[in-house]
């Protein structure tokens, strides 16, 4: 099992950065895929953005060219970098880790363990 803690979240006016980070214990991190996910009030729970094992990066278009996602598996540790941020971008942002599919895995289904949440509020 993979425990998961996410941090970094905050209130932000439109255009803002910030970055929210996903520390990992339990087993081996570097054998997880990761992915953010992120759920607004009343909507479903939507794809952000996926690191593969191997450092591969795939991006939701709405976020794609303003979100950066990164690991650091020697501090077992995922980042999402989020620039230029708007208020749609307001919501609930999860980290989860895949152990066992590769490529671009969008639904969270896929997901085998979650973090708690972390709230990001966009401002305009």
């Known amino acids: 099992q993979v425990q998961l803690v996410e941090s970094g979240g905050g209130l932000v006016q439109a255009g803002g950065s910030l970055r929210l980070s996903c520390a990992a214990s339990?087993?081996?991190?570097?054998?997880?895929?990761m992915g953010w996910f992120r759920q607004a009030p009343g909507k479903e729970r939507e794809f952000v953005s996926r690191i593969s094992r191997s450092g591969s990066t795939y991006y939701a278009d709405s976020v794609k060219g303003r979100f950066t996602i990164s690991r650091d598996n020697a501090k077992r540790t995922v980042y999402l970098q989020m620039n230029s941020l708007k208020p749609e971008d307001t919501a609930i942002y999860y980290c989860?880790?895949?152990?066992?599919?590769?490529?671009?895995?969008?639904?969270?289904?896929?997901?085998?363990?979650w973090g708690q949440g972390t709230q990001v509020t966009v401002s305009s």
């Open positions: 339990g087993r081996t991190f570097s054998n997880y895929a």
């Open positions: 989860a880790a895949d152990e066992t599919r590769v490529g671009r895995v969008v639904y969270a289904g896929a997901y085998e363990y």
